[in-house]
């Protein structure tokens, strides 16, 4: 094995370790649990301290586990509850479009597509769970850009003739978004393929999350887009009231 990948190996087990002993680990411990030398232990801990992973308490000496894990583990139990909560707003909007439905949440500079239920007609649209999308010429992700969730990309690539690549005229896209409360994806990222969507807020009035729906260009026509875009802009905002959304007045501006 690599020193790169024993190096995270070891990491990882320590973080295991810690995690099982709440009233924390010293030095010598930690390097008997991990099969390592004391010296070897200490830069181990000194890097995970670094990044937030672990903390030393400087009474006791021990170590435990830091303010990252609670971070990632807050945003982990955040996605879930998205999900879960989703699931029935996904099965209605797919039911009642005939469409296939989305759940995306934000993932760097990509929209990560995290549940869906397909349309079940023969002709569909379908994108498998941990798909990693483009922000830029999604439905989905100009959602979260509009919102506020993520930023615009620096580089805005072109994936059919539609796709949006001026920054000028995307942010005057994502205006209209946050306005009409929907974003339309027409053909900009798979070409014969519509899609519109619209922001997930939670308790604080923060966007999570996006929802939306995709169908074959020809089945969803732009003469059908207005109204399709208000229903997907109806349950979404159902869905943020679940999440505890308060209104109106908690809602994040348009970002752009």
């Known amino acids: 094995m690599p020193d790169e990948m024993k190096s995270l190996a070891r990491a990882l087990m320590a973080l295991e370790v810690l995690a099982a002993s709440p009233n924390g680990l010293v030095g ?25 992973f672990a903390e030393r308490d ?3 000496r021990r170590f435990r586990l830091g303010p990252r894990i609670v971070s990632l583990s807050r945003i982990v139990l955040a996605q879930l509850s998205v999900r879960d909560q989703a699931k029935a707003f ?12 989305h759940l995306a949440i934000p993932a760097q500079e990509y929209a990560l597509h995290l549940d869906q239920i397909e349309s079940s007609a023969t002709l569909k649209v379908s994108t498998p769970v ?14 979260l850009l509009a919102f ?23 942010r005057i896209h994502l205006e209209q978004t946050c306005q009409q409360g929907y974003a339309v994806d027409d ?4 070409w014969g393929v519509r899609c519109l969507a619209s922001p997930v807020f ?13 169908g074959p260009a020809v089945r969803v026509s732009l003469e059908k887009t207005p109204q399709l875009g208000a229903f997907v802009a109806k349950v979404a905002g159902e869905l943020s009231e679940q999440m505890k959304f308060k209104g109106p007045e908690s809602q994040n501006d348009c970002a752009h």
């Open 148 to 170: 506020g969730a993520v930023p615009i990309p620096e580089k805005l690539t072109g994936y059919t003739p539609r796709t949006i690549t001026d920054p000028a005229i995307l």
């Open 90 to 101: 996904l099965r209605r909007l797919a039911e009642e479009t005939g469409e296939t439905a």
């Open 58 to 60: 400087m009474d006791t």
């Open 202 to 214: 939670d308790y604080r009035g923060k966007v999570v999350a996006a929802i939306g729906v995709s």
């Open 130 to 143: 941990g798909t990693l999308v483009p922000l830029h010429c999604t439905s989905l992700g100009k959602v």
């Open 187 to 190: 053909e900009e990222y798979e």
């Open 28 to 52: 010598t411990e930690l390097a008997q649990q991990l099969h390592v030398d004391k010296s070897s232990a200490s830069r181990l801990m000194q890097t995970l301290v670094r990044y937030g």
